[in-house]
């Protein structure tokens, strides 16, 4: 019986009641901040997916590429000046227009940049952008951001539809919506609530384009998709990022999707659908998902690494300027140094140790060494040969080390508001200090709340802007003195975290 159906329908052909096979792929990446590979060049890299894109276009099968959002920042190139401008993701819209990208919607890092910037990011963009819940805030009211060439301007539009047609002519709409999570308020755009969005801009879909299957670009957290998925059961599929680690699931009828950031892997979903002959009957869908991880197995396509090149010397040069050695390998380790963010932001690691220790050394008279792991951008693994460069591709913000004496109730307050924190980027790493059970150790000798000890951090923790740690800040009671590093030395560690920890990877060479 198992084979009798199959072997009936090669007999009787198509079975009636419904159109030929109509089929299409889209190969989807999310949460790209490197225009090259990682891991000392074995995984990852754009242009390898480019290639791959290259290949998967000559089987003549229609392909869509999109990006659901988090490309624009952070950066170690958006602190570099290129004529006369902070780069602020420009080298990302060159290389997203060289892999030809389809259609991107936004995720929360485009809002890193000012909004001028972001405006110039979307101007140089050659693909689509759709938002169904992201809107810019006006001297007029909210409206939609779009792209301009300053005579003509297109609004983003809050949904499309896509015609894929088969041999036979046979068409298939295919709609997709695009949402971004609302946990954060961008000062130039107001995000509304994703689920009723999604719902509206589905119903659009359905009945202004006959819409006949809906597709979803989205940048929430998971829980986030799944309240999505939920409230929007017509969603086939929802393309999301966001955490950077790959992940699927089934909610309902509904797949969820997210591939591991930087391209080290990347989806292709392959859809192969039947019509109906009567338009209110429910149509065939055949859906997979593959999670593709990507390898210097795959060639490079030469534009997209043209673009890495390219913006590799400017970054270079423009480091070389502001006084470091870019190449320069300070550090040779066989240990795996781990930057992932998945890491550094749940527990303590021997990277964030060692950059703990780098900002404690900075300053002498310090007793321990603190940051948020925020602050660690790399998202990477990292052995072997460690260049300046790879430095600055960690700790890409800059920023000062300062040595701040506080009591040791301060201390531990800070401390526990590190492991509140844990999963962000304020969970805190940290050199000299340890928890065993309940209690702090500050080198080895139980922390007493009354008494004065000096940490050595970076200013921004300074500034009371990280979360659950407004309270840190020059002017707190409990805090007695703050040293900054004096700026008339230039050869102080301190002046920049990334000298510090550069000072501290040669020290540790025998
Ligand atoms: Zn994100």
């Given at each position: 019986?198992?084979?009798?159906?199959?072997?009936?329908?090669?007999?009787?052909?198509?079975?009636?009641?419904?159109?030929?096979?109509?089929?299409?792929?889209?190969?989807?990446?999310?949460?790209?901040?490197?225009?090259?590979?990682?891991?000392?060049?074995?995984?990852?890299?754009p242009a390898r997916v480019a290639a791959y894109r290259q290949k998967l276009l000559k089987s003549g099968k229609p392909l869509f590429t999109v990006l659901p959002g988090d490309f624009l920042s952070p950066s170690v190139m958006n602190s570099v000046?290129?004529?006369?401008?902070?780069?602020?993701?420009?080298?990302?819209?060159?290389?997203?227009?060289?892999?030809?990208?389809?259609?991107?919607?936004?995720?929360?890092?485009?809002?890193?940049?000012?909004?001028?910037?972001?405006?110039?990011?979307?101007?140089?963009?050659?693909?689509?952008?759709?938002?169904?819940?992201?809107?810019?805030?006006?001297?007029?009211?909210?409206?939609?951001?779009?792209?301009?060439?300053?005579?003509?301007?297109?609004?983003?539009?809050?949904?499309?539809?896509?015609?894929?047609?088969?041999?036979?002519?046979?068409?298939?709409?295919?709609?997709?919506?695009?949402?971004?999570?609302?946990?954060?308020?961008?000062?130039?755009?107001?995000?509304?609530?994703?689920?009723?969005?999604?719902?509206?801009?589905?119903?659009?879909?359905?009945?202004?384009?006959?819409?006949?299957?809906?597709?979803?670009?989205?940048?929430?957290?998971?829980?986030?998709?799944?309240?999505?998925?939920?409230?929007?059961?017509?969603?086939?599929?929802?393309?999301?990022?966001?955490?950077?680690?790959?992940?699927?699931?089934?909610?309902g009828k509904t797949r969820i999707a997210k591939a591991d950031a930087n391209v080290r892997s990347i989806y292709l979903h392959s859809f192969s659908v039947r019509l109906p002959k009567t338009p209110d009957a429910p149509l065939k869908c055949k859906?997979?998902?593959?999670?593709?991880?990507?390898?210097?197995?795959?060639?490079?396509?030469?534009?997209?690494?043209?673009?890495?090149?390219?913006?590799?010397?400017?970054a270079f040069d423009s480091f070389r300027a502001q006084g470091f050695e870019p190449e320069k390998v300070i550090y040779k380790t066989e240990t795996s140094l781990e930057g992932l963010e998945a890491s550094v932001r749940n527990k303590p690691t021997?990277?964030?140790?060692?950059?703990?220790?780098?900002?404690?050394?900075?300053?002498?008279?310090?007793?321990?060494?603190?940051?948020?792991?925020?602050?660690?951008?790399?998202?990477?693994?990292?052995?072997?040969?460690?260049?300046?460069?790879?430095?600055?591709?960690?700790?890409?913000?800059?920023?000062?080390?300062?040595?701040?004496?506080?009591?040791?109730?301060?201390?531990?307050?800070?401390?526990?508001?590190?492991?509140?924190?844990?999963?962000?980027?304020?969970?805190?790493?940290?050199?000299?200090?340890?928890?065993?059970?309940?209690?702090?150790?500050?080198?080895?000798?139980?922390?007493?709340?009354?008494?004065?000890?000096?940490?050595?951090?970076?200013?921004?923790?300074?500034?009371?802007?990280?979360?659950?740690?407004?309270?840190?800040?020059?002017?707190?009671?409990?805090?007695?003195?703050?040293?900054?590093?004096?700026?008339?030395?230039?050869?102080?560690?301190?002046?920049?975290?990334?000298?510090?920890?550069?000072?501290?990877?040669?020290?540790?060479?025998?």
């Open positions: 019986m198992k084979y009798l159906i199959p072997i009936l329908f090669l007999i009787l052909g198509n079975p009636s009641g419904f159109s030929q096979k109509i089929t299409f792929r889209i190969l989807q990446f999310n949460d790209i901040y490197e225009t090259g590979p990682l891991s000392g060049g074995k995984e990852g890299g000046v290129y004529q006369d401008q902070k780069v602020k993701g420009r080298q990302m819209i060159e290389l997203l227009n060289a892999m030809q990208v389809d259609l991107v919607t936004f995720g929360n890092h485009e809002f890193d940049l000012k909004e001028t910037e972001l405006q110039a990011r979307i101007n140089e963009s050659q693909f689509a952008w759709i938002s169904s819940n992201v809107y810019q805030k006006t001297p007029q009211g909210l409206k939609p951001f779009e792209k301009t060439d300053g005579l003509k301007s297109d609004p983003f539009l809050p949904c499309t539809t896509l015609v894929v047609k088969n041999k036979k002519g046979q068409e298939l709409k295919v709609g997709f919506v695009g949402v971004t999570l609302s946990g954060f308020k961008p000062a130039y755009a107001e995000i509304k609530p994703f689920a009723e969005a999604a719902k509206t801009f589905v119903d659009t879909l359905k009945l202004r384009d006959q819409a006949q299957l809906i597709l979803a670009l989205s940048h929430l957290n998971i829980e986030e998709d799944r309240e999505l998925a939920k409230a929007v059961p017509a969603l086939k599929l929802i393309m999301g990022g966001h955490e950077h680690q790959a992940h699927t699931e089934m909610v859906a997979s998902s593959k999670l593709k991880y990507i390898s210097d197995k795959l060639p490079e396509e030469p534009k997209t690494a043209a673009v890495d090149k390219k913006w590799k010397q400017i021997n990277l964030g140790g060692m950059i703990a220790k780098a900002y404690q050394q900075a300053f002498p008279e310090a007793q321990a060494g603190l940051l948020n792991s925020g602050s660690i951008r790399i998202d990477d693994n990292i052995s072997g040969d460690i260049t300046e460069y790879d430095v600055l591709r960690i700790l890409p913000f800059g920023g000062k080390v300062v040595m701040v004496e506080l009591s040791g109730a301060l201390l531990m307050d800070i401390l526990k508001a590190g492991l509140l924190n844990q999963g962000s980027g304020g969970y805190l790493q940290y050199a000299g200090l340890k928890q065993e059970d309940q209690d702090w150790y500050i080198q080895q000798e139980k922390i007493n709340p009354e008494k004065y000890y000096t940490v050595a951090m970076t200013d921004f923790l300074l500034t009371g802007q990280e979360k659950n740690l407004v309270y840190l800040k020059e002017g707190n009671p409990q805090i007695r003195r703050v040293v900054f590093p004096d700026p008339s030395d230039n050869t102080h560690p301190g002046r920049d975290v990334r000298f510090a920890v550069i000072r501290y990877f040669q020290d540790l060479n025998p």
